[in-house]
């Protein structure tokens, strides 16, 4: 088993900045790949980033290529996502999400296991 707990959200002007974190306990968390996905009011929870077990195969949706960054840290078992020139359209639920080994982080819901209960994130127009 693996907990997963978010923080880092909040309210946001258009272009700002926001860090999410999703801090892990439980069993080990560097052999697990991570993704962050996002839900708003009304849509099917979507793929955002992933990042596999040692830190490459990113993988990000188009709609956030270039603004958000995902990374990890072992040693802190916690993974990031560095979210930046904010728009309105990233208002949702975060949530962070751990799956199995595989050499490109997956985009799909049922590659992953474990799920956070998500954090706000809300961007003001």
């Known amino acids: 088993q693996v907990q997963l707990v978010e923080s880092g959200g909040g309210l946001v002007q258009t272009g700002g900045s926001l860090r999410l974190s999703c801090a892990a306990s439980?069993?080990?968390?560097?052999?697990?790949?991570m993704g962050w996905f996002r839900q708003a009011p009304g849509k099917e929870r979507a793929f955002v980033a992933a990042?596999?077990?040692?830190?490459?195969?990113?993988n990000y949706a188009d709609s956030v290529k270039g603004r958000f960054t995902i990374t990890r840290d072992d040693a802190k078992n916690t993974v990031y996502l560095q979210m930046s020139s904010l728009k309105p359209e990233d208002t949702a639920v975060y949530y962070c999400?751990?799956?199995?080994?595989?050499?490109?982080?997956?985009?799909?819901?049922?590659?992953?296991?474990?799920w956070g209960q998500g954090t706000q994130v809300t961007v003001s127009s």
């Open positions: 990042i596999n077990w040692y830190g490459a195969g990113l």
């Open positions: 439980g069993r080990t968390f560097s052999s697990y790949n």
């Open positions: 999400a751990a799956g199995p080994q595989k050499l490109r982080a997956g985009a799909m819901r049922y590659e992953y296991d474990y």
